[in-house]
């Protein structure tokens, strides 16, 4: 627009564009002869496009297409995928009161299993996939006897969460891990309060005294990249959305493997990461957070089935209460917030158990 038409309008003007993810933007402009004009101010305001309905849009097409249908994975025209073959995916809704590998849903929010969880640990019911992830986590490990004395468990990415404290406090040997405080990204995590490189900041007083606490839960620093050898030997291994951070898809996938690696025969690794509900192609990879496909953990849970490990059933039931067609958008509410908008996708968490092989 010429400046004199800017100026004779009151000196602003209103546009649009849509922007596109990983690409530069920007706003230029140009002056051409002589002019007492000058700008004083530029207001750039980013508000989000209406993606609700077109998401939900994607989610239904999902259920027909990338939820509705077989694996994927090694799939061809005269054979079906050995997924399927080997029955790793389960058609029948997710529960935790039996937890396999889950998508987190409104049914079990629901569930007296979830209100169980929250009255042991003393927590109100969010409807948020956060809180869902510890209680699922804490499931699976209740599940297969692991929250019991004796047991030895390793967290990664703990942060200053608080099962370290919990499990303590039911007499399990606990090593913390976070990443090391001169990783490139530990200053990003401990400006939002999420990192820890203190043992104290692990201790929650409400569920394990000090001198447990002590005595129990030990903190190392690990890049979840390049998990060390010798940490094996281990009961239960978990983490509660943190291997979508490691650069790409293939390292985390790579990290649930070593996660694996970590344990004795026998034992349990549970880990909860982000999960694309409206493609099972296009995705986020190779970024600050990653989202992990159908088709991702599908290979994963065969990949791991073929080195003898025991994927416990993937259950893949976006489900149709009409809640679970509530989408969170930016900025993000405190509750309900279970699937949320991420650019141009829908996500939620997703968690997968695996039983270590001998």
Request: charged share 25%; net charge neutral; aromatic share 8%.
């Amino acid at each position: 627009m010429p400046l004199a038409r800017l100026a004779r309008a009151g000196g602003t003007h209103r546009f649009r564009f849509r922007v596109r993810p990983d690409h530069f933007h920007a706003v230029v402009g140009r002056i051409v002869g002589d002019t007492d004009a000058s700008a004083t101010a530029l207001d750039l305001r980013i508000d989000p496009p209406p993606i609700e309905p077109s998401n939900r849009q994607a989610m239904l097409r999902a259920r027909r297409a990338v939820f509705g249908g077989g694996s994927r994975v090694e799939r061809h025209v005269w054979r079906r995928s050995p997924v399927d073959r080997l029955g790793l995916v389960s058609d029948a809704p997710a529960t935790l009161a039996a937890p396999a590998s889950q998508l987190c849903t409104e049914r079990q929010i629901d569930e007296p299993a979830y209100a169980a969880w929250l009255a042991e640990i003393g927590e109100a019911n969010r409807r948020h996939r956060k809180q869902w992830e510890v209680v699922y986590a804490l499931a699976v490990l209740r599940a297969h006897g692991m929250i019991a004395p004796g047991r030895r468990g390793i967290g990664f990415g703990c942060g200053t969460e608080w099962l370290p404290s919990y499990l303590a406090g039911h007499g399990c040997a606990v090593v913390a891990t976070d990443m090391p405080a001169d990783h490139e990204n530990a200053a990003a995590w401990r400006d939002t309060g999420q990192y820890s490189d203190v043992r104290e900041q692990l201790h929650h007083p409400t569920l394990v005294d000090k001198a447990a606490f002590d005595a129990l839960v030990r903190y190392r620093p690990v890049d979840m990249n390049a998990v060390p050898a010798d940490l094996s030997g281990f009961d239960f291994s978990w983490s509660l959305c943190a291997f979508e951070h490691l650069g790409s898809i293939d390292r985390g996938l790579d990290f649930i493997h070593a996660a694996v690696g970590c344990l004795r025969p026998g034992g349990v690794a549970v880990h909860t990461t982000e999960f694309n509900l409206v493609s099972d192609t296009h995705t986020l990879d190779h970024a600050s957070t990653v989202l992990f496909r159908r088709r991702d953990m599908e290979r994963l849970a065969l990949d791991l089935t073929r080195a003898g490990h025991r994927v416990l059933p993937l259950h893949f039931d976006p489900q149709d209460d009409w809640r679970d067609d509530h989408i969170d958008v930016p900025p993000y509410r405190e509750s309900p917030h279970l699937k949320l908008a991420l650019r141009q996708y829908v996500t939620t968490s997703f968690g997968i158990a695996v039983v270590r092989g001998g």
